[in-house]
């Protein structure tokens, strides 16, 4: 990750995800270009090529709301891409850059005293920081406190474990782009965390380059646990207001169903 120019690489990487029939360009797609060519984005959006160039190359670094207005447009961004994309154009002053990941001791509380629910707060490299007993029963097989991405991308049970590992996968490094344009982004860990990935797996290398930015809110997580089997669960997830940059999940499973039943039997073997 260029830390110093995530701006152009997400435009650009959002360019390539587009043909010319997508925007309404007639004629076949260039051979030399993957994508939309530069020229025809910048025509579209009414800026000159010479500084779109210069917005993807990180020598501009000051585009107009008008600019990233007709960007988003032409990209046909969603609208949490849209904020995406003006974070990265007009980043807010960064907080404390040494923010603790440590977790409120109310919450953690507040978690262990869920004997029957699967929650944990993860931080803003995915790092879990704390978890019901639940919660840590279900994830055993990532091990106690695991970095989420890590497991995803680097054990190779995580592919057993999740049953729809490339959905999992793909969520994960969208949620981490999405985190990585808010206030706190400049953490280290972080940065050398995706570093490590891109170097060392392919499949994250792969998801990251698309930039595809989503932070997780509500999903249907389908695990295989080695212990009970398979569970299909809501996750819904939430932002910690006294520390926006971690996330609660709190997984439940559907009244009277298999994976009910699955949850009862690995709390009784958590005991």
Request: hydrophobic letters at 45%; glycine letters at 4%.
């Amino acid at each position: 990750m260029n830390a110093h120019n995530r701006l152009g690489e997400f435009i650009k990487a959002r360019r390539a995800l587009l043909r010319p029939a997508d925007v309404g360009l007639a004629g076949p797609p260039s051979l030399r270009t993957t994508g939309l060519r530069r020229e025809d984005l910048a025509t579209l959006t009414g800026i000159s090529a010479d500084y779109l160039s210069r917005l993807e190359q990180g020598r501009e670094r000051n585009p107009s709301h008008r600019v990233i207005h007709a960007l988003a447009e032409v990209l046909h961004l969603d609208a949490e891409a849209t904020g995406h994309l003006h974070r990265l154009a007009h980043p807010q002053p960064a907080i404390d850059r040494s923010v603790s990941e440590e977790v409120n001791p109310d919450l953690s509380r507040m978690l262990a005293a869920w004997p029957d629910t699967p929650a944990m707060v993860v931080g803003s490299g995915l790092d879990v920081l704390t978890a019901s007993p639940l919660a840590a029963a279900l994830y055993s097989p990532a091990g106690p406190r695991p970095n989420l991405l890590l497991f995803i991308f680097l054990n190779p049970l995580a592919r057993e474990f999740f049953v729809d590992w490339e959905i999992v996968a793909t969520s994960a490094v969208a949620g981490l782009h999405a985190i990585s344009s808010t206030p706190c982004e400049a953490s280290a860990r972080r940065q050398a965390l995706v570093a490590r990935l891109r170097e060392e797996s392919a499949d994250f290398a792969r998801i990251w380059v698309k930039h595809d930015v989503r932070l997780p809110k509500y999903d249907v997580v389908r695990l295989r646990h080695p212990d009970v089997g398979r569970l299909d669960l809501a996750c819904q997830t939430l932002t910690v207001n006294a520390a926006p940059w971690q996330l609660l999940n709190v997984y439940q499973a559907e009244p009277r169903s298999a994976a009910e039943k699955a949850l009862r039997q690995l709390a009784s073997i958590a005991d």
